[in-house]
């Protein structure tokens, strides 16, 4: 089709006339005519001559015979024109029948019989060789039919053209200026225009003509037609009916369009059926139109029936074309494409509020679509210059008989080299279906301008609305756009409400995405992250420097923004939440840093806090992590303070790890329960919303490590556990106990050994629990009441942050020495949130007897007056005396006793109404040695002989006095009387008959009187507290313990001085000697 109308309609060439059949057959004729004439004057003698001069006189080259000559009848035979080795014509025979009159020849009819026509369209010209000097003869005289008979019998042409070959069959008799009738065939196996063409082609029909203006009516037809890959159509046919005027000026006709199955770009076919009126005058062409296609398929959808119903006319040889019609589509079935499409998007956007919407479009749309109704209006105008199309209204209706897609108003436009205008008003709607409107437009050299709004639509917790959208695509093919989106629903890991989000950027014909110039604006009523709850919050951010905030295209995604100072308030598990930070950068790839950011949760006593002096990152597609510093996280239900905290952190696979860390935590109480204590190298990683942290924990001066902690913490449920491992600590000269707790200060000293143990503290939202199991397999110290060896037990805390054990702790004491050394204690206690001691009672095997410690309370780290109080039974004096060493006395007897201590405010000990009873029957006390004075008198000498052996029925000792002064001990003896070892005399008899008791008052420094009465016999086992510079001349306490290089050096000098009195000795006689008169008392 698009073949025929191209030849039709190519322009005429300056001095062509109409190419008609007629012309064609005139020339035929010529030959018969002009030979009749003459022949009819010269008759059979001339008849050779004068046609050879007729035809050699028009320039045609031609051979013939003159088969008959006579008046009525002249035959000529074998007749070739042009070229006999390739003819232009060739007719077996014509006859030519005459009827005189007016005495001259009258032309009646001409008889071709198998006539052959060979010829050849170029550049859109037909040319049949020697007869073109015959049919272009430059005549202006209007196009007629001659008033002749004609009959063809079996004629038949041969045109080859820029096309293919056309091959004609002409049967038919008749006077061609009316009653001529025949039939006409053209055949064209293969016909080839531009990049179309049609195979199998041919038009059969019949001819006729009436009152000079002749008729076709009959079928074109093909096998198939084809432009390209755009259009194909297979077994077509149009049956024409075509009426031209008599002089061709105008043409008419109807023609009938059915085909076969047809494709073109994305659709299809079943068949095409339709019908045309049209007619050709003065270079102007006119049609109407109806058309009707079955089953139109696009992978869009499919419409059962598709109609298109209007005119078309074309002016100065279809230079000029001109149109309006409508279109309609009914039995709308949607494809399969769109719905999937759709469902591939709503799957790339699950978890997001963009998922049910485009679920819901989905839907909509294919319950809309099924059954829907495309109705449309247009008009159009083409010519060199310009193309235009109008689209009055268009609508496709869905099955609810809403509008789901219209037009209005809209126009497209074509000019020259220019790019395309199109204006015009669009909107969707339906049920179920976002309703949108808008309108597109282009003024003469403006860019395209599109504006749009979409009113709010929902599905479920979803929304979305664009109340106003503005876009501008330049000459260039870039589009800007320009508005604000309100959006409500699923974001991941959360949810938003009330989203107003800026609109603003371009999109170039490369494919680049730049959002966001400027300062943009963000807010949002509520925004909900997994546990995080925002109300209503807004936030500003600015490009860094001149670049867009957000940019992508072949290179990737790139961000840059800054903000001032963010304050975010908002709840986190129902607590409420406080974010701020100072001014933040970020980009990516790039960096982040912002600093004095702060984390508050909770609010009055109960606010957990998290703040960092500076936080900085490296953001890259294949990293992100960075750096932080002054990190300050706060716990209240967790009694400690963590602080300066730094390290190295990194963001991989959802799961951020920090690494490298340092902090310094402290203890919370006042007054500290310990003494803060660092770490370094630390590791902490957030993983599947659980934080898990290792660390060990040394005490910052000396670097001892003192325990191993690792945590864990669930923030979806807030709770978690922090496990604590001491693998050792050891106390020694450079460690001691007041390093790692103050609370030592005042009640151990000196401490050496060894401390083992595991705590576990866990948290949730009904609190914090902790507990604690420590032990030691051997202690020393010293303590307020005597230094103690070989401590060791386990320690059971049952919340060990608040230091509180269970009841009956029980620590086994290898020696204690508060005076005189005793063994294999055992002393009960209970610590109570780590500010009051609770000794139960200690008791020890004393020297035949029994050493016990009453209970007490113990106020730890506060200054207080406290009372340790002493039972003693059963003391065997003979165990005392051989313990003392005190070889050269002997004593038998058994004490019993309370011996109160009491320490004051500032420390300073008493011994406070000390009582030491003896036992009934009493005891005795005698001197063993061998004692003579040299300058004692005989009597003097008498009497130690005789009392050096004594016997008591009683005996009282009472302690009163300063442990660091004077002690004063008061003791009485009742019942006084010789032992065995006594001498019996004259004294000793009169002494046998008095009631004696023996009373004395002793004062001396409490230390000094523990030792003096074995220094009385032995200045060795003497070592001077004052010496030691422990006490000073008045017995004030100067310092509880000395280093052990003091103690050597004093040791080494005191060796020394023993030696050389031993060798002084040697050389003097004794000072102490046998008395010469003791035999004889």
Known sequence: MAQDADITNAPARPGRKWLTLGNAIRAVVLLGVGGAAWAWITREDIAYDIIADELESRGIEAQYKVEKISAYRQVLTDIVIGDPARPDVTIERVEIITQPRLGLPGLQEVRLVRPRVFGRIADGRLSLGSLDKLIYTGSDEPFALPDLALSVDDGRALIESDFGRIGAKLQGAGNLAGGFTGELALVAPNLVMADCSAQGASLFGTVNVDSGKPHFAGPLRFDRLACGETVNLAKGGVELDVLAASDLAVVSGRAAIATGAGQAPAATVAALNGTSSFSWRESLFTADYRLAARDLVTSEGRFARFEADGFVRARDNFARLEGEGTVEGTGLQPGARPGKLLAEAARSAEGTLFAPLIERINGALASE????????????????????????????RGRSDDIVLGLSRAQFALEGEGLPRFDGNFLTGGAGLPRISGRMEQEPGEPLSLRLSMADYAAGDASLAIPALRMTQARDGTISFAGRAFASGAVPGGSVRGAEVPLDGTYSAGGNLA??????????????????????????????????????????????????????????????????????????????????????????????????????????????????????????????????????????????DLSDVAFRIEDRAAPDRFEPLTAQSAELSLRDGVIRARALLREPDSKVAVTRVAIAHDLSSGAGHADLAVDGITFDSKFQPQDLSRLALGVVANVAGTVTGTGRIDWNARGVTSSGRFAS??????????????????????????????????????????????????????????????????QWPLLGGTLTLRPLTMNIGESESRTYT????????????????????????????????????????????????????????????????????????????????????????????????????????????????????????????????????????????????????????????????????????????????????????????????????????????????????
């Open 369 to 396: 679509l099924r059954g829907a109704r495309l109705l449309a209006d247009f008009t159009f105008r083409q010519n060199a210059e310009r193309l235009a199309l109008v689209v009055p209204q268009a609508e496709l």
């Open 777 to 842: 397999e051997s202690l020393d110290l010293a303590a307020a009441f005597g230094p103690v060896k070989h401590a060791r037990g386990e320690i059971v805390f049952t919340d060990l942050l608040a230091l509180t054990t269970a009841p009956n702790q029980t620590i086994r004491v290898g020696a204690i020495n508060p005076g005189i050394e005793i063994y294999d204690g055992e002393v009960t206690y209970q610590l109570v949130n780590g500010e009051r001691l609770e000794i139960g009672g200690g």
């Open 515 to 656: 959002l966001w110039r400027g300062c943009q604006t963000f807010s949002v009523e509520a925004l909900a992250l997994g546990d995080l709850a925002f109300g209503r919050e807004r936030i500003e951010l600015c490009p860094q420097g001149q670049q867009p905030l957000l940019r992508y295209g072949a290179q990737g995604v790139s961000f840059a923004a800054r903000t001032a100072p963010l304050d975010f308030r908002a709840r986190m598990g129902g607590a409420p939440l406080h974010l701020a930070t100072g001014a933040l950068s970020v980009s990516w790839p790039g960096t982040l840093s912002t600093s004095a950011a702060l984390v508050e949760l909770g609010e009055g006593e109960d606010v957990v806090r998290l703040a960092l002096g500076q936080l900085d990152a490296r953001l890259e597609q294949d990293y992100i992590g960075g750096t932080f510093a002054e990190a300050s996280p706060h716990l209240p239900a967790v009694p400690l303070d963590i602080s300066q905290g730094a390290g190295t952190w990194r963001y991989t696979d959802g799961v951020l």
């Open 870 to 1081: 002493v039972v003693i039974e059963g003391l065997e004096a003979s165990r005392f005396i051989e313990r003392m060493e005190l070889n050269n006395l002997a004593a038998t007897g058994k004490f019993d006793g309370v011996i109160p201590i009491v320490f004051d405010e500032d420390g300073n000990g008493f011994l406070v109404g000390g009582v030491l009873t003896s036992r009934e029957p009493g005891g005795n006390l005698a001197y063993v040695g061998q004692l003579t004075y040299e300058d004692l008198s005989f009597v003097g000498n008498l009497a130690f002989q005789t009392l050096r052996d004594l016997r008591f029925n009683g005996a009282e000792i009472l302690l009163d006095g300063p442990l660091a002064g004077e002690l004063v001990t008061r003791v009485r003896f009742e019942g006084i009387r010789q032992g065995e070892g006594a001498q019996n005399n004259i004294i000793s008899r009169t002494i046998a008959r008095l009631p004696l008791e023996l009373r004395l008052n002793i004062r001396a420094p409490f230390y000094k009187l523990i030792a003096s009465t074995r220094s009385l016999y032995d200045p060795s086992s003497l070592r001077d507290p004052r010496r030691l510079g422990l006490i000073g001349e008045r017995g004030e306490v100067l310092r509880d313990q000395i280093d052990q290089d003091a103690v050597d050096e004093l040791d080494a000098e005191a060796e020394r001085a023993a030696e050389e009195e031993l060798s002084r000795q040697r050389g003097d006689e004794p000072a102490i000697q046998p008395s010469e008169s003791e035999d004889a008392l």
